[in-house]
């Protein structure tokens, strides 16, 4: 009897916990997920037209987007361009773009390209990659007041159709369209520098997959979602943290979990860490399409001799360097081109101390000087323990060969590129990475010593003549042996000291995946997201 009178009850109770399981659960809450990664200085500029440091080509990747972009692998794939329609003869480029947003609402269109060139490579504008843009028929003319900035080989025939004309056949220039120095910029950009208002927080309009959500210079930088970007869904961070930090206090924090992400690219890893660190498994080793160099003033003495340029160059011992200082998996430079563009055999052997010794003081004698008439000789490096280390080692072993005293100069980063613009050094540690996966990319800068990022005020007209006649060549055989010899030109010349092939040393927390490094050297987090958050993303 009292069976019958509970059963209802349990019948009821059955049917209310079948409604409660079948009803859709509320899912959890979604945590915001910020990405801090530590860098050693502020961006350079805010302007991709600007930029040549390759710390700065980071956060341009973030805020900007062209044409063609690089994934993995180093495959260039359609960006803005949704498709591209090359002609037979190879040197006039259609593009269609695709429906995007600037991160102020308007549409991205192809006038946008065509002011944001035609801007670059006016006479008046001051780019030091105006050169990467020579390409397009007429613009070499342009940028140096022969023809009108009009007849520029680049036209928007329709807000989503641009033209592109070239000097010549050029078989990587989608990759250079993949370049932050083919980057459009907003309108308000073109007409007025915005950098120096940004650390104001003022609107920066750009059309990447992030914009920029404040700036405090020297403190850190912040991006979030750009919400008008066509492939905003691939995009899975809520915000990217730049923190400016001295190095041992990035190391500090990254084991603190304060940061996802130290090193290679924006800061370097203290040296003293590296060996543990390697030891303990957690060093992470990239290579690097970068060679590091000392930059020579050939213009005043003693650096317009060739001679004394190769001494110096032959007193160093690169493989010491790199054991007992550097210790971060770098490689001697024995030539310009790094080995994975370009194999090709030394151009000069490591330490050839006795043969500096005899070229120093053959160039003494040729000049009737010793070492004492020599003028005081400086090496300006930006601040860093890297750059402050190969200082000192360099400045020890021309001592030791030479026999010449060398002061150091350590600048701000700024302060040390306005110096190599304004020609105001004599020798200057520095890096190039190429910006496109080819060689030409390590000898077009040395072509003309008005190249704004040359500042070695050193040209030579058979080094061109080898340069124009590789971009003429079809054949690839022959187009590798003039990038060759030219090379062989330049090192011989000395214009440069190549010291090391770079590699990328950094920590990063296991938790963040998907973040693009390119052997160009710069990251990008357009895909990226934190284990976990993903799947979230997905079915949310």
């Known amino acids: ?34 990405l801090t990664v530590s860098t050693e200085n502020d961006p350079q500029s805010l302007d991709p037209r600007q930029v040549r440091d390759l710390g700065t080509t980071t956060v341009i990747h973030m805020l900007y987007e062209g ?62 990659n105006a050169y990467q843009l020579y390409v397009i028929k007429g613009a070499q003319s342009a940028k140096e007041c022969r023809s009108c900035v009009e007849h520029i080989g680049v036209q928007a025939l329709d807000a989503s159709t641009l033209v592109v004309e070239l000097e010549r056949p050029i078989p990587y220039f989608l ?9 459009p910029v907003h309108p308000s950009m073109r007409l007025n520098s915005i950098d120096s208002q940004a650390s104001h927080n003022v609107q920066l309009v750009t059309n990447g997959p992030f914009k920029l959500e404040k700036w405090s210079r020297h403190n850190e930088l912040t991006a979030v979602p750009q919400p008008y970007y066509w492939d905003r ?47 303990q498994g957690k060093l992470e080793v990239n290579p690097a399409t970068g060679l590091y160099f000392i930059r020579l003033n050939t213009a005043n003495p003693p650096f317009n001799q060739v001679k004394i340029r190769q001494a110096f160059a032959y007193a160093l011992q690169r493989a010491d360097l790199i054991e007992h200082v550097l210790q971060g998996n770098q490689q001697v430079a024995l030539g310009l081109i790094p080995p994975s563009l370009l194999k090709s055999a030394p151009h ?13 003081q053959e160039s003494l004698a040729e000049n009737h000087l010793t070492v004492a008439d020599l003028p005081k000789i400086s090496l300006c490096y930006a601040s860093s323990e890297r750059g402050h280390k190969i200082a000192q080692v360099a400045q020890q072993q021309w001592k030791e060969v030479l026999g010449v005293q060398v002061d150091l100069e ?5 302060v040390y590129f306005d110096r190599l613009n304004e020609k105001n050094y004599q020798m200057g540690i520095g890096g190039w990475f190429a910006d496109i996966y080819d060689p030409i990319s390590f000898l077009d800068v040395f072509k003309s010593k008005d190249n704004g990022t040359n500042n070695t005020e050193w040209e030579n007209q058979e080094y061109t003549s080898l340069i124009e006649r590789s971009l ?14 030219a090379e062989q030109i330049l090192v011989q010349e000395m214009p440069i000291i190549p010291l090391f092939y770079a590699s990328y040393n950094y920590l990063k927390s296991p938790t963040i995946k998907n973040v693009h490094f390119s052997e160009l050297g710069y990251l990008d987090f357009k895909h990226a997201y934190f284990e976990g958050q993903y799947l979230q993303t997905t079915i949310d």
């Open 1 to 34: 009897m009292m069976i019958r009178k509970i059963f209802p009850y349990l019948l009821f109770s059955f049917f209310m916990l079948f409604l409660v399981s079948c009803y859709p659960k509320k899912p959890p809450p979604r945590v915001e997920s910020t």
């Open 67 to 128: 044409l063609m972009r690089l994934q993995e692998g180093g495959q260039v794939v359609p960006a803005l361009a949704e498709s591209v329609t090359i002609s037979p003869d190879q040197k006039t480029y259609t593009f269609k773009l695709r429906r995007s947003g600037w991160s102020d609402g308007q549409l991205v269109t192809a006038y946008d390209f065509e002011s944001t060139w035609k801007s670059v490579l006016h006479p008046d504008f001051p780019s030091a």
């Open 175 to 183: 990759r250079l369209t993949a370049a932050h120095f083919f980057y």
């Open 233 to 279: 869904k691939s995009v899975h961070l809520d915000r990217v943290t730049l923190v400016v930090l001295d190095n041992a206090t990035a190391l500090q924090l990254f084991h603190q979990g304060e940061l996802q992400w130290t090193g290679s690219p924006l800061s370097t890893l203290p040296i003293d860490a590296l060996t543990p660190l390697n030891k």
């Open 348 to 360: 000069f052997r490591d330490a050839q101390t006795e043969q500096a010794k005899k070229l120093f």
């Open 410 to 414: 350590s600048c701000e980063s700024k």
């Open 472 to 485: 003429d060549s079809s054949q690839p055989a022959e187009r590798i042996q003039l990038i060759k010899s």
